[in-house]
């Protein structure tokens, strides 16, 4: 892509490394979809590094500023789908 993910410079490179793993599986699910099981464990882990809501929502905002996709979208879909199924967001990107 294009862009820089939204990142924040005091996280760790293992934890940089976790959040930019996060936003391709977003990504994955808007190109070609994703595994939920894949999905919900890069957003655990991208939770252990972002547990506050606020911060969520502007790193999300942020992402969604710069490449077009909704990162909320995605996330939703984990709730929706059951284990072993592929996410896939239809919806279009905001570019």
């Known amino acids: 892509m294009e862009y820089q993910y939204p990142i924040d410079y ?3 490179t293992d934890e940089i490394v976790d959040v930019i793993h996060f936003y391709e599986c977003i990504e994955k ?3 070609k979809g994703i595994d939920r099981d ?3 464990k890069a957003y655990r882990r ?3 590094i972002v547990p506050g809501k606020a911060h969520e929502k ?6 969604e500023e710069v490449s077009g996709y909704v990162p ?9 789908a059951g ?9 279009k990107r905001k570019n």
Request: glycine letters at 6%.
């Open 38 to 40: 894949a999905l919900l």
């Open 29 to 31: 699910a808007y190109e």
């Open 46 to 48: 991208f939770k252990e």
């Open 83 to 91: 284990t072993g199924e592929k996410i896939m967001v239809v919806q």
């Open 58 to 63: 502007t790193l999300f905002k942020e992402f």
């Open 10 to 12: 005091t996280w760790s």
């Open 72 to 80: 909320y979208q995605a996330v939703k879909g984990l709730k929706e």
